[in-house]
């Protein structure tokens, strides 16, 4: 069955250090792969996407993401963790060639400590 | 903001009750997307509509239904209610039948 897995429930990080958040799929073949920001009583964001091509993409507010098909993993990452950047995290997959229903990661919820 | 417009905010209704949540998609966006958030199951695709016409289910209750109108808003209307309802409905609009989906800022259901 498709699944996204997140292992991370919540990350703890200090402000001004990096930040990675782990995603791994299973899945038959390459799904599209997105990153989506939920910020708390908002509704999601999107931060970047992966359809094909160069497998880094950059995204907004600074994140990129590089899949990785030998891992079936699509870890987004962040230089420089700023305060604003706490919220809840999700990985999505849609399915290549289907009718395009994101399958969602539980989420990792990033605090930023000062 | 993401240009999907989702009315009412807030709902509060008994057990056994009917709502109507209500989407407008982004402006040109054809198909529209229907998910539930909740604690337990977390983000769960419901149902997809592609220029008025139904493209896909997921965990959709029979007691779920939903419509895209020729305008391309979409309502979904949930009847009999549970307390299991409870949760944040969010729509979401794309261009095609595919591609990235922009999320409206959802209706947080609570049934009592």
């Known amino acids: 069955a498709q699944s996204v897995t997140q292992p991370d429930i919540h990350i703890t990080v200090s402000e001004g250090a990096s930040l990675e958040l782990r995603c791994n799929y299973s899945?038959?073949?390459?799904?599209?792969l997105f990153w989506y920001v939920q910020s708390p009583g908002q509704g999601l964001q999107l931060l970047l996407k992966?359809?094909?091509?160069?497998?880094l993409v950059q995204g907004i507010k600074g994140f990129e993401a590089e899949f990785k098909r030998s891992q079936s993993s699509f870890n987004l990452r962040k230089p420089s963790v700023h305060w604003s950047d706490a919220a809840e995290y999700f990985c999505?997959?849609?399915?290549?060639?289907?009718?395009?229903?994101?399958?969602f990661g539980a989420g990792t919820r990033l605090a930023v400590h000062p | 903001d993401s240009g999907v417009t989702q009315t009412p905010k807030h709902l509060i209704t008994a057990t056994g009750q009917r709502v109507t949540l209500r989407c407008s998609p982004r402006?040109?966006?054809?198909?529209v997307y229907w998910y539930q958030q909740s604690l337990d199951q977390g983000l769960q695709f419901l149902i997809q509509?592609?220029?008025?016409?139904?493209?896909a289910k997921g965990n959709i209750l029979e007691r779920f239904s939903a419509q895209q109108f020729p305008d391309l808003h979409s309502e979904l209307n949930l009847s009999s209610l549970e307390l299991g309802d409870s949760a944040l409905y969010f729509c979401?609009?794309?261009?095609?039948?595919?591609?990235?989906?922009?999320f409206g800022p959802g209706t947080r259901l609570t049934v009592t």
């Open positions: 979401a609009s794309s261009a095609t039948s595919v591609g990235e989906q922009y």
């Open positions: 899945y038959g073949a390459t799904p599209y």
């Open positions: 992966y359809f094909s091509g160069d497998t």
């Open positions: 999505a997959v849609a399915p290549v060639g289907g009718y395009n229903k994101l399958i």
């Open positions: 402006s040109g966006d054809l198909s």
């Open positions: 509509y592609y220029n008025g016409e139904e493209r």
